[in-house]
C-alpha cells in the first residue's frame, strides 16, 4: 500500500527540502526542453529532445518526470512523439505543487532532471473499422496518438473533444489531420455542441451504428460516463486510468485499480482498461487519500516563492524569461 510519504515525493529525512522556487530545471542535456507552448493560463505543452523515447515510444503509454534535482516523479502521459525530431510531448495541467513548479521552471533551452519511460503497456490498436476517439480537456492530448494510430491502420476515425470553452480548444489541426470527423464540444455552447463530449458520443453512435470501438481519456467521471453511454449499445470503450503512481513499475501498488472485480496495477496492467469493468468510484475514492497533504505542499512551496519574491507563474512571465513564444512553441510542432 503506497503512502503519500512514498509517493513521488520519495524525499527521506537526510534528503534537503526542496529549494523551490527559484530552483532551475537544469537536469541532465539528454532531457532538454526545446519548445513549450501555453494553451491556457493552466495547461501548457513541453516537447523534450530524448531520440531513444521517441523511438520506442507507443501511443498510450507515459513517462515519470523529475522536474529538478529534488523534485518528485509524477507520471506524464506521452501525448505525442517525433522520432525523426528525436523529441517527445507533454500536455501538462498545473493542478498542484509539481506541476504548478514545472509551469513556472520549464523553459526552452532547460532540461529536466529525470524522464524515465515509456511505461505501462502501449494501447491495443486493433482491426476496429470504425472508432470514436473522445479527448475531455486535458484527456484531449493523450487520446491524440491513438486516434492517429487508428488513421494510419486505416480505421475510419471519429474524434470528439470536449472543453469548458472555446479559449481552452487546443490541437483542432492536429485532430483535423488525423479524423475523418471532429466534433468539439463545450460547456457553454462557445464552440461546436453545447454540452458534455457524451453529446458528442451519442450524435456519432446515432449517425454510425457501425461502431467497433470507442476510446475515452479524460478525468474519471468523464471516462465513467462515457462508459455508461456506450454500454447500453455494446460498444467495447476503453479508457486510461490515472490513480495515484510512485515507482510506476509494478512495486509498490500505489495505482491499484479493481477492474472486473479484480485487483490490478495501472502502471503494469494498463493505463488501459475496459471502461465498462472498472470501479470508478473506487478510482475516484483513491484519488482523493491524499488531499490534505497535496494542499499542505502547495501551502508551503507558493510561501517559498513569496519568501524569495520570485513573481507567481503568468504566460506573459513566462515568455518574458524565454520560455514560451513563437520561437520556441511554433516551430516544427510534432505533427
Ligand atoms: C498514467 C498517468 C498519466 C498521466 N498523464 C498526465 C498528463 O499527460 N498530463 C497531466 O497534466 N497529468 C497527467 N497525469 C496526472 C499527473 O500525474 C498529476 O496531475 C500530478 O502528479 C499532480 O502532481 P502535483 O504535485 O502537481 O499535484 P498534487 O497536488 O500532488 O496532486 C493533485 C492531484 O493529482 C493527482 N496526483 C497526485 N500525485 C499523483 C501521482 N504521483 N500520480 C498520479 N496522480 C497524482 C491526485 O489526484 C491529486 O489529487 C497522469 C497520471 C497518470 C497516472
Ligand atoms: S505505481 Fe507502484 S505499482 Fe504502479
Keep these: 500500500m503506497a503512502r503519500k510519504s512514498g509517493k513521488p515525493k520519495a524525499k527521506t529525512e537526510e534528503q534537503p527540502e526542496s529549494p523551490e522556487p527559484g530552483h532551475e530545471a537544469r537536469g541532465t542535456p539528454g532531457f532538454e526542453i526545446v519548445a513549450r507552448e501555453d494553451f491556457s493560463d493552466v495547461t501548457f505543452l513541453l516537447e523534450v529532445r530524448h531520440p531513444a523515447m521517441a523511438k520506442a515510444a507507443r501511443p498510450g503509454q507515459f513517462v515519470i518526470v523529475i522536474t529538478h534535482e529534488h523534485g518528485e516523479r509524477i507520471p506524464l502521459t506521452i501525448a505525442d512523439f517525433d522520432r525523426d525530431r528525436g523529441t517527445v510531448t507533454l500536455v501538462i495541467q498545473a493542478v498542484g505543487k509539481t506541476t504548478k513548479e514545472m509551469q513556472q521552471i520549464c523553459r526552452v533551452g532547460t532540461a529536466l532532471h529525470g524522464v ?77 455542441i453545447k454540452g458534455l463530449v457524451t ?29 455508461e453511454a456506450t454500454r447500453p449499445h455494446d460498444i467495447k470503450t476503453m479508457v486510461s486510468l490515472n490513480p495515484i503512481m510512485v515507482d510506476g513499475t509494478g512495486m509498490c501498488g500505489g495505482c491499484r485499480v479493481k477492474v472486473g472485480g479484480k485487483v490490478m496495477f495501472a502502471c503494469v496492467d494498463g493505463p488501459d482498461f475496459d471502461g465498462h469493468d472498472v470501479d470508478f468510484d473506487d478510482l475516484m475514492n483513491r484519488l482523493r487519500r491524499f488531499v490534505s497533504e497535496e494542499k499542505r505542499a502547495m501551502e508551503k512551496w507558493q510561501e517559498n516563492c513569496k519568501r524569495l519574491n520570485q513573481e507567481p507563474y503568468t504566460p506573459d512571465t513566462v515568455a518574458e524569461r524565454g520560455g514560451s513564444g513563437s520561437a520556441a512553441a511554433g516551430t516544427g510542432r510534432p505533427s
Design 199 to 227: 453529446k458528442g458520443i451519442e450524435a456519432a453512435i446515432d449517425k454510425h451504428p457501425d461502431i467497433d470501438e470507442v476510446v475515452a481519456i479524460g478525468p474519471p467521471v468523464m471516462m465513467k460516463a462515457c462508459a
Design 116 to 192: 524515465v519511460g515509456p511505461m505501462g503497456l502501449p494501447s491495443h490498436i486493433g482491426d476496429a473499422k470504425k472508432v470514436i476517439c473522445v479527448g475531455g480537456g486535458l484527456g484531449v492530448a493523450p487520446v491524440y496518438p491513438q486516434a492517429r494510430a487508428f488513421k494510419e491502420g486505416g480505421a475510419y476515425v471519429i474524434g470528439v473533444v470536449g472543453f469548458r470553452n472555446k479559449d481552452l480548444v487546443f490541437w483542432e489541426d492536429k485532430f483535423r489531420a488525423c479524423c475523418d470527423e471532429l466534433i468539439i464540444c463545450s460547456d457553454d455552447g462557445s464552440v461546436g
